[in-house]
């Protein structure tokens, strides 16, 4: 997971005298010192997405209904027999079939979607039906998304990400005075914004001449998380810990 630049995080902090009210002893919380750091940070994180679905069509006209059936018979098997020899799920092949008269024939048409979470394997099936199949069979270019675990994992990530930068901001203001950091009083998410990246079922328009690292980029989604935080502040900084 790629990590871009932090924007910058807005910190403040205030020593609440004892006997005003503070936002965490108004939420029931009171430091056992009456004083307190009120801090303010976020994070950004990008997920790459984690799915990828190829859609291969083929289809074959002939004079007898059977000869139809068969010519495209015969290259589904194919097809996923050289899916599952590269470690795809039977599972992952989906497989639509569409039989019609046309005029004085036959026309047998199918469709097979395949869904990847290894694109290296997605490029090794793709290359070598290409080359064994030709122009018989036409592979739509790949469409990537990310699962709803994956954009549930993004979201859980960059609230940690914020929190953890909220507290490593707070440390450095209680250090700056010669205090020690407390435990924290309220954590309260201020703020979350997700762009960017294509969710399942949602399908891309993107256009043919994009490239595969195109393609993975548009759909990289993104996520920003901005906390506040109440800490405690304990007292004087143990100078022991100050040199280590």
Known sequence: MAVPAL??????????????PSPARRAGLPGPSGREVHVSGSAELSAAPDRA???????????????????????????????????????????????????NTYQMEAEVCITFNDFGKMQSVCNLLIEKLGTSVTISPPHFYHTPEAADALRRQVCVAAFGNT????????????????????????ETK??????????SNSPDSLTLQD???NATAYASCRVFAVFEI???????????
């Not at 000869?67 to 039977?90: D, H, K, N, T, W």
């Not at 997700?194 to 399908?203: A, I, K, R, S, V």
Request: charged fraction near 30%.
């Open 167 to 190: 507290r490593r901001k707070a440390q450095e203001v209680c250090r700056l005075f010669g205090q020690s950091l407390g435990k924290p009083l309220l954590i309260r998410e201020e």
């Open 194 to 203: 997700e762009w960017g990246g294509h969710m399942e079922n949602h399908l």
């Open 234 to 244: 304990k007292g004087k900084e143990n100078r022991r810990n100050k040199l280590l």
């Open 7 to 20: 924007p910058p995080a807005r910190v403040f902090a205030e020593l609440a005298p004892a006997q005003t």
């Open 53 to 103: 679905r190829v859609s291969l069509r083929l289809g074959s006209r002939k004079g007898a209904a059977g000869e139809a059936r068969s010519s495209v018979a015969r290259r589904l098997q194919y097809i996923a027999q050289s899916a599952r020899q590269r470690g795809v799920p039977e599972e992952n092949m989906t497989v639509t079939e569409d039989f019609s008269r046309v005029e």
């Open 215 to 217: 393609r993975i980029q």
